[in-house]
């Protein structure tokens, strides 16, 4: 198994110092207004709008459940759902029966069945969670609910049991309808509508919404994508092949690829390209490596920003290191089973202008370099687990997929952090139902922005009633402020990771930053909350959209005592994955 160089039970008693000490639900158990958004709880997150589809890694979200009120059901909005009084309160056809306590909707034809219920007293704009049980008792077992909400819900072939659904109401009354499609006979019962309670925020256009993404605590070091798979379009290969799952890797899994040279008379090597790097900084890339045929294996740096000359190569037959051109070191470890993880470290010398390589795996013949050669198919080594970072050493190897998801190969479980990924171009969510008086404000964000600097105002969030506004640049680019009829902003980097504090109350406003307090404001005007409010752009969600990650999301109407601000702080700055 790969030693990575980290002491995994040490970080993870870490992480978990205090975990289950505090939560934010204890900010609320007064019955304060508030929302609490939390991307780690995968239960409150859904792709789309209908909430119909549960979140998934890399997709958009659509629809966030507010955790502030423990996610409570409200009253039950449906008469006899469980039919223990026959039929009492539905409305059905001639083949709908009772049968051991449970409704059957039988069907001889394609549209048949049908059961129905008026539903009335919701309030437009909460969201109600419908459930019910279903069975096949003979035939087919489709079926589907003809509205919803304003939503046709359709479950065919056999899926059976317990289903759920959530939907905002865009009216005080609706039909629900159940009928069976096709023939057969299917029960159901324990049909149940409640509200959600609490301010949930959704985004209608699918266009519009973050992603679901995830990264290990202390965030991406590794710059490639699709680090240990090779075949992926991101690589390029130039008279290369590569052939997955062919020996096992370092980490134990099936997962280690051959990588062959073509019978071409040129360069044999794969790389990536579409790098920024920082001129005068180094750079380290880095592979694990095994001998096929061949036992040389070269790294090279093939952008104008490090020279053509930045390369080293290294034998994987007995682990050393051969010829080395201009890159800054050169660094070769055994890691068992043949394996070896090989690194140059490259400063850069020159701006790369657009598109830059890096990362090359190269066949060669010799130790010695030989960039061009007539290649023979057979020949090949063993590759996995690239990386490309900043800083001079090689660090503990993260498996990238894309930039919205990646892992490292350690037990971190317990430590991967959830986000939400806002684009700065139209990205943002609508707070739905969210009303308090003329109130104090604690606010914490935990997340981090990489727009910020741009000379309009980026919003964290806006409130349209009082016209409150959080803002990551506001006025002027590099300031943190809000505004409550006037603004009120200091100097920082708001681009930066960071959990960030409102302490606001009345002529008595503060801001902290990773729990130090940065500013302070005697003038603070105490204002309303209601009417739209946006999150990670303006209130009407049309503009001044921030870029970035937000990995929490906590928002109080009252004023919190020193002891429940640091508190708070802590449990945001673990979801955002950086120490107080």
Request: aromatic fraction near 12%.
């Amino acid at each position: 198994m790969l030693n990575l160089g980290v002491n995994v039970q040490r970080i993870a008693a870490k992480g978990n110092k205090g975990n289950n000490r505090f939560t934010p639900r204890a900010l609320f158990a007064s019955g304060e207004a508030g929302v609490w958004y939390d991307p780690s709880d995968l239960t409150t997150m859904f792709q789309d709008y209908t909430s119909a589809a549960p979140a998934v890694i890399g997709q958009p979200v659509g629809t966030i459940l507010d955790k502030s009120k423990d996610l409570a059901q409200g009253a039950e909005e449906i008469t006899n759902g469980d039919f223990s009084n026959g039929l009492t309160g539905w409305v059905t056809s001639d083949d709908v029966s009772i049968v051991s306590g449970s409704v059957h909707l039988a069907n001889t034809w394609l549209f048949g069945a049908a059961a129905f219920q008026d539903v009335s007293g919701l309030t437009v704009g909460k969201f109600y969670k419908l459930t019910l049980d279903t069975e096949a008792i003979s035939g087919n077992s489709s079926w589907y609910i003809d509205n919803f909400l304003g939503v046709y819900v359709q479950r065919i072939t056999s899926d059976q049991g317990r289903h759920s659904y959530i939907l905002q109401a865009t009216a005080t009354s609706f039909v629900l309808a159940f009928k069976k499609f096709g023939a057969g006979v299917v029960s159901l019962d324990n049909v149940s509508v409640t509200e959600i309670q609490g301010s949930h925020a959704t985004q209608t256009t699918s266009v519009k919404r973050p992603v679901l993404a995830r990264h290990p605590e202390g965030g991406i070091r590794n710059l490639l994508s699709y680090t240990q798979e090779f075949d992926d379009a991101y690589w390029t290969k130039r008279d290369a092949t590569v052939t997955a799952n062919q020996i096992a890797a370092p980490d134990g899994t099936n997962t280690g690829y051959k990588v062959n040279e073509n019978a071409a008379t040129a360069p044999h090597y794969i790389y990536q390209t579409g790098f920024t790097f920082t001129l005068g900084e180094e750079y380290t890339q880095s592979v694990y490596a095994k001998a096929g045929t061949h036992n040389i294996v070269q790294l090279l740096g093939t952008s104008a920003a490090f020279g053509h000359e930045a390369w080293a190569n290294f034998d994987l037959s007995d682990g050393t290191i051969g010829s080395k051109g201009t890159a800054t070191a050169a660094a070769i470890q055994s890691v068992g089973e043949g394996w070896y993880r090989c690194s140059i470290t490259i400063t850069v010398t020159a701006t790369s202008g657009g598109s830059a390589g890096l990362t090359a795996f190269v066949q060669t013949k010799t130790s010695s370099r030989v960039f061009s050669y007539e290649g023979n198919p057979s020949n090949h080594i063993y590759a996995w687990g690239a990386q490309l970072e900043e800083g001079s050493t090689a660090t503990q190897y993260q498996h990238v997929t894309d930039d919205l998801r990646y892992d490292i190969t350690e037990p971190f479980g317990a430590n991967s952090l959830n986000y939400l990924k806002f684009d700065g171009v139209s990205d943002g969510m609508k707070i739905n139902h969210l009303t308090s008086p003329n109130t104090p404000l604690t606010a914490w964000f935990g997340y981090s922005a990489t727009n910020a600097e741009a000379s309009r105002i980026k919003y964290l969030l806006d409130i349209e009633t009082g016209r409150t506004i959080f803002a990551a640049s506001a006025n002027v680019a590099g300031k943190i402020g809000y505004y409550d009829g006037a603004w009120s902003d200091f100097a920082a980097d708001s681009n930066a990771l960071k959990v960030l504090t409102y302490d606001l109350v009345e002529d008595n406003a503060k801001i902290r930053i990773d729990g130090t307090q940065e500013y302070s404001d005697t003038t603070y005007d105490q204002q309303a909350i209601g009417g739209q409010i946006g999150l990670f752009a303006n209130y009407p969600l049309t503009g001044q959209f921030l870029a970035g990650n937000l990995y929490s999301c906590i928002l109080r109407a009252a004023e919190s005592t020193d002891k429940e601000i640091a508190s708070t702080e802590s449990y945001v700055a673990k979801k955002t994955g950086i120490s107080l």
